[in-house]
C-alpha cells in the first residue's frame, strides 16, 4: 500500500516523466527503487522550486548544480537525504549526468511510509520497466533486494535472477 502525495505539481510532472534524472531509455546505469517519496508538506518549503526544476530536467540539474538530486540540497534534510547522500558516494559527476536515471515501481509522487502491494502495481508502468531493462541502452541495472523480491511476483519479471549477475 502506498500514498499517493497530494502536490498537484508532483503529480502533473510525473506524469511527464516517470522518472528521475536521465531518461531511462537512454541511460547507462538504471537505479531502481520502490517510489519517489516526498514529504508532504514539501510544496510549502523554499526549496520546492530544486524539486521542480528537476523534475522538469534532471540532466540540466545536475550539469548546473553540480550534485545530482534536490535532496542533496544543504535545505534539504528529510527523507530520502540519507540515500542521496551514500548515493553520491559512488562517485558520479555532473559528466555523468545523461548517463544515470532512477526508476521507482511505482509512476507517481508518494508521501508517508509505503508497503507496495503487488496490486498497487500497474501493469502497464511494469511494461515500460521491463523494457527500459531489456531494451534499453542500460549496461548496469541496479535493483535493490526489496525491489526484485516485488519484481519477481509480477509477469513482467518473473525471469528476472535471484542473484545479481554480470555480463562479463
Known amino acids: 500500500m502506498y500514498f499517493p502525495h497530494q502536490n ?3 503529480h502533473e510532472l ?5 522518472y528521475q534524472g536521465a531518461d531511462p531509455a537512454t541511460a ?3 537505479f531502481f527503487g520502490l517510489d519517489a517519496n516526498y514529504n508532504p508538506d514539501i510544496g510549502s518549503k523554499p526549496y520546492f522550486s530544486e524539486i521542480v526544476s528537476y523534475l522538469e530536467d534532471g540532466v540540466g540539474y545536475w550539469r548546473q548544480r553540480g550534485y545530482h538530486h534536490p535532496f542533496r540540497h544543504h535545505e534539504y534534510g528529510g527523507d530520502g537525504a540519507l540515500y542521496h547522500r551514500r548515493f553520491a558516494e559512488i562517485g558520479f559527476t555532473r559528466e555523468h549526468a545523461e548517463q ?3 526508476v521507482e515501481l511505482i509512476d507517481v509522487p508518494t508521501s508517508g511510509r509505503s508497503n507496495l502491494l503487488l496490486t498497487d502495481l500497474k501493469p502497464a508502468h511494469l511494461k515500460r520497466l521491463r523494457d527500459w531493462v531489456l531494451n534499453s541502452r542500460a549496461a548496469y541495472i541496479f535493483i535493490p533486494p526489496g525491489v526484485s523480491r516485488l519484481l519477481r511476483r509480477t509477469p513482467q519479471f518473473s525471469w528476472l535472477p535471484e542473484e545479481p549477475i554480470s555480463a562479463n
Open 8 to 10: 498537484k505539481k508532483l
Open 28 to 30: 547507462q546505469f538504471l
Open 100 to 102: 544515470v536515471s532512477f
Open 14 to 18: 510525473f506524469s511527464l516523466k516517470p
